[in-house]
C-alpha cells in the first residue's frame, strides 16, 4: 500500500506521528471508451466554452457560479490562504460510546500507520479506545477539505473513517409518513416469525459479487476466443403480495425450507399466528364429535330390541309344526 497522507494524531499534549492509507478499494471492472469500428480510444479535449481553443491544465481554474450567467474565479493561491490545505493534524475532539455514531455519517475508511518513534504512543491511545469501548471525535483535513472523522481499533489498528457534516445528509420527506397506516399484531407478529426464520451471523465473506464475476468471465472468455458459458437464471423477484398474511407465511416456509427445517405442519415449532389457528380449527371439530357420540348409544339401543323381537318369533314357528 501506498501513504496517500502523513500527519499527527493529537492526543491532548501527546502527537502521534502518522501515515494514512487506503483502506478500501473498489473492485469493479472498469472499461475505456472505444470507437466501435476500429478500437481506437475515445479522447476528449478540454476546450473553454467562450473563445473555443484547447486549455491545458495549468490554465485551468476553479469557479463558483453565483448565477445569472457570473462566475467566481479562485487559484491556486486562493487556496493557498486557507489556513487547512497545509495542516496536517488529527484533533481529537471527544471520546464517545460507537453506538451515539448514526452509520449513515461513514464515508470513507483509512488505516493509520505510526511513523517513526511514534509507535509506543500509537499503541497506548490503540489500547486505551479498546478499554474504553468508545471512538474518538477528530477533524482532519484530506484534499484541502476539512472534515469530521472518528478513531476506532480494527484488527489491532487505528482506523479513520471520515464522515459528512450533519447537513449533508438528507431528510426523508415521503408522502407516507403521514398516512394513518395501522398495522394488525396477527401481521406483526408473522413478520417477527419470519425474521426469526432468516436470523443468523453476519459472515462477509459468505456473500460475493455475482455480476463481476459473470462479467469477468466474459471478458475472459473473450481472450480465449471461447463460447461464453450463461449463468444459471435466477428465480424471478416475486410480484407484490395481495394478502400480506398469505404471502409472509409463505416466506417463513421457504426460509425454513431453505435452512433444512421441517415445515410449521411437520412437527416444527409453530409459528404464533399458526398456533391460534389451530386452536381454533380444533374447538369445532371436539364439539362435532361429542354430538356424534349419542346417536352410536342410540343406535345400540335400538339395536336390542330387534333381538328381542327375532328371540320371539322362533318359537312361534315350533308351535306352527
Avoid at 487559484?75 to 487547512?84: G, I, R, S, V
Avoid at 462479467?215 to 437464471?233: F, M, N, S, T
Avoid at 399466528?273 to 354430538?291: G, N
Wanted: hydrophobic share 40%; aromatic share 6%; with cysteine.
Amino acid at each position: 500500500m501506498r501513504a496517500i497522507w502523513k500527519g499527527a494524531v493529537s492526543f491532548g499534549l501527546v502527537s502521534i506521528g502518522v501515515k494514512v492509507y487506503s483502506a478500501t478499494e473498489e473492485k469493479d471492472i472498469r472499461f475505456h471508451q472505444v470507437h466501435r469500428e476500429d478500437g481506437g480510444r475515445i479522447r476528449y479535449k478540454r476546450t473553454c466554452s467562450v473563445c473555443g481553443e484547447e486549455v491545458t491544465y495549468d490554465d485551468i481554474a476553479k469557479g463558483y457560479d453565483i448565477g445569472g450567467g457570473e462566475m467566481v474565479i479562485l487559484t491556486d493561491e486562493d487556496f493557498a490562504d486557507l489556513p487547512l490545505s497545509t495542516s496536517h493534524a488529527i484533533d481529537v475532539l471527544e471520546f464517545v460510546p460507537a453506538e451515539q455514531v448514526d452509520p449513515i455519517l461513514y464515508n470513507k475508511a483509512y488505516f493509520l500507520e505510526p511513523e517513526g518513534s511514534a509507535t509506543k504512543p500509537y499503541v497506548l491511545l490503540r489500547d486505551a479506545l479498546s478499554d474504553s469501548e468508545r471512538v474518538a471525535i477528530v477533524k482532519v483535513a484530506l484534499r484541502q477539505r476539512e472534515q469530521l472523522a472518528t478513531l476506532r481499533v480494527r484488527e489491532g489498528v487505528l482506523l479513520l473513517n471520515t464522515m459528512l457534516w450533519p447537513d449533508e445528509i438528507r431528510r426523508p420527506d415521503f408522502g407516507f409518513l403521514d398516512e394513518d397506516l395501522k398495522v394488525r399484531p396477527p401481521e406483526l407478529a408473522m413478520a417477527s416469525s419470519l425474521i426469526d426464520s432468516m436470523a443468523g451471523e453476519f459472515e462477509p465473506d459468505a456473500f460475493t459479487d455475482d455480476y463481476r464475476a459473470a462479467l469477468q468471465e466474459v471478458i475472459d472468455a473473450k481472450v480465449e476466443g471461447r463460447e461464453v458459458v450463461q449463468p444459471e437464471e435466477e428465480e424471478a423477484a416475486p410480484a407484490a403480495a395481495v394478502d400480506l398474511m398469505a404471502a409472509l407465511k409463505a416466506s417463513v416456509e421457504r426460509a425454513r425450507a431453505a435452512r433444512g427445517e421441517a415445515p410449521s405442519g411437520g412437527g416444527a415449532e409453530p409459528t404464533p399466528i399458526s398456533s391460534a389457528r389451530s386452536a381454533k380449527k380444533a374447538e369445532p371439530a371436539k364439539k362435532t364429535t361429542a354430538k356424534k357420540a349419542p346417536a352410536k348409544k342410540t343406535a345400540a339401543k335400538k339395536a336390542e330390541p330387534a333381538k328381542k323381537t327375532a328371540a320371539k318369533k322362533t318359537p312361534a314357528k315350533k308351535k306352527t309344526a
